[in-house]
């Protein structure tokens, strides 16, 4: 099988070594990668948001099975350009990607399938805000406020504050930037991200996983993409797992083949454990980053047949996914000022070490190194548990050096503690 993967993360560099262990890959191709990525696959530029360009390029490289790694070409309907060229392809159309490119879309398919989720108003006009504010802030047992970008903004376009005059002003800023802002009730406890693999009904789930969305140690400062995560949660209560996968994924993927679109790709489920059970905090279209780069380390499954069995409606044959025993822990390393306004351009030595994924990486002609994005590198490591998972990650982390660079020290440390409770 040759495989076409589309991105330029650490999450599709995760891809790309999780397929090239798959027996039946002999060929894999990656638009537009990064400075990792050449090791695994043959790289070649394209505009990924391209329908004709992708099409253009599976064909040269003749491609079994495209492999759609970010949402915005999902949101733009991609997959559907590969899948009328007669190409197998990974990835919901863009019908179905709606469940991330549009919120209101989302809200409106949870209730259809009775999953619960935070309530939500959308603010279109700085007139009505204020009332808004005081109407989430004055609804029982509320924490915080949770301001959204109501379009994509890759996590960062979220405010979650206990500060009033703070949640004021992101939504203010967004409404003078011509930016819709929706408003949610806050749901409080531990976060799971679980990633289930889709082809209409047939819902295979995958190892839960968590992210940690915060900048710093202790989740403070501001929201980004995500500075790390783990695999498994041994936190999360089998029967709580299992509720997910039954009254919330399957319901929803149940949900979307009524209204004809279905959904053919991987489902994440962004989830709240809360008092009164999971609640959903957002779906996404496609593998999640930083968290694939954990759970890909701990599947034994042929990831290759996996993802040509959903792209191909034959998930239902495929069985149980296999996994080794043990932990995976990813951490981020940033650039300077990320996620603000991250410097780009510095050399990073130590990279090409066991367990680093490439992601905001490019090669500069003197063949060094070179920062080229907000997030720079992921560093994974496994082991028989979480503690010794992070002590792998952590001692990798220690021998790269990156100019101004910046991680977490605290991935995966209240779990390993057993400090984590629902
Ligand atoms: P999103 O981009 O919607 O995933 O939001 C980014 C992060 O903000 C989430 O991973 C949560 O940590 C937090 N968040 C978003 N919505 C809520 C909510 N309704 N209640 C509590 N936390 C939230
Ligand atoms: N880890 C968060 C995301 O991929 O959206």
Redesign the pocket.
């Known amino acids: 099988m040759r495989v076409l993967v589309i991105g330029s993360g650490a999450r599709e560099h995760a891809l790309l070594l999780a397929l090239a262990k798959d027996p039946q890959v002999d060929a894999l191709a990656i638009a537009p990668g990064n400075a990792g990525t050449p090791a695994v696959a043959d790289q070649h530029q394209v505009d990924i948001t391209s329908g004709d360009e992708v099409v253009a390029l599976a064909r040269k490289v003749n491609a079994d099975l495209v492999v759609i790694g970010p949402e915005v070409p999902l949101v733009l309907g991609v997959a559907d350009a590969v899948r009328d060229a007669g190409i197998a392809c990974f990835g919901p159309g863009k019908d179905a990607a709606r469940i991330e490119g549009s ?1 209101a879309f989302a809200k409106d398919v949870m209730a259809a399938a009775g999953v619960r989720t ?1 309530s ?1 108003e959308i603010v279109d006009s700085p007139a009505h805000l204020d009332a808004a504010l005081d109407r989430f802030g004055q609804s029982a047992g509320e924490a ?1 406020w ?1 301001v ?1 970008d109501d379009r994509l ?6 405010v ?1 504050t206990p500060d009033r005059a703070v949640a004021r002003s992101h939504a203010a800023g967004l409404l003078e930037a011509g930016h819709p802002v929706l408003l ?5 406890g531990p ?1 799971v991200s679980l990633f289930c693999v889709v082809d209409g009904k047939t819902v295979v789930p995958m190892l839960a996983a968590q ?1 940690f ?2 900048v710093g140690d202790g989740d403070t400062g501001p ?1 980004t993409g995500g500075m790390g995560a783990y695999a498994p949660l041994p936190w999360l209560p089998a029967d709580i797992y299992r509720d997910i996968v039954g009254q919330i994924v399957e319901p929803v993927a149940a949900e979307l083949v009524q209204r004809g679109c279905p959904f053919s790709g991987l489902l994440y489920s ?1 989830l ?1 454990i809360t008092s009164n059970g999971p609640a959903v ?2 779906f ?1 279209c496609r593998f999640g980053d930083p968290e694939t780069q954990s759970v890909l380390a701990l599947l034994e499954s042929p990831l290759g047949q996996l993802l040509h069995a959903a792209a191909t409606g034959r998930l239902a044959d495929f069985g149980e996914l296999q996994w080794r025993d043990g932990a995976a822990v990813t951490v981020v390393l940033a650039a300077e000022n990320y996620p603000s306004r991250p410097r780009l351009g510095d050399v990073v030595v130590g990279a090409d070490a066991d367990g680093v994924l490439h992601a905001g990486t490019a090669r500069r002609d003197d063949g060094a190194i070179v920062s080229s994005g907000g997030r720079v590198l992921s560093v994974v490591g496994t082991g028989a548990d979480l503690a010794s998972a992070r002590e792998a990650a952590y001692r990798t982390l220690s021998s790269i050096r990156l100019p101004g660079g910046h991680f977490r020290s605290d991935i995966a440390q209240a779990a390993a503690e057993g400090k984590v409770r629902v």
Request: charged letters at 35%; glycine letters at 10%; aromatic letters at 4%.
């Open positions: 919120k935070a939500s915080a949770v959204k903004a890759a996590g960062k376009g979220v979650v949610e009730s806050y749901l409080d976060e992210d969305k915060r929201n962004g709240a905090i957002e996404n």
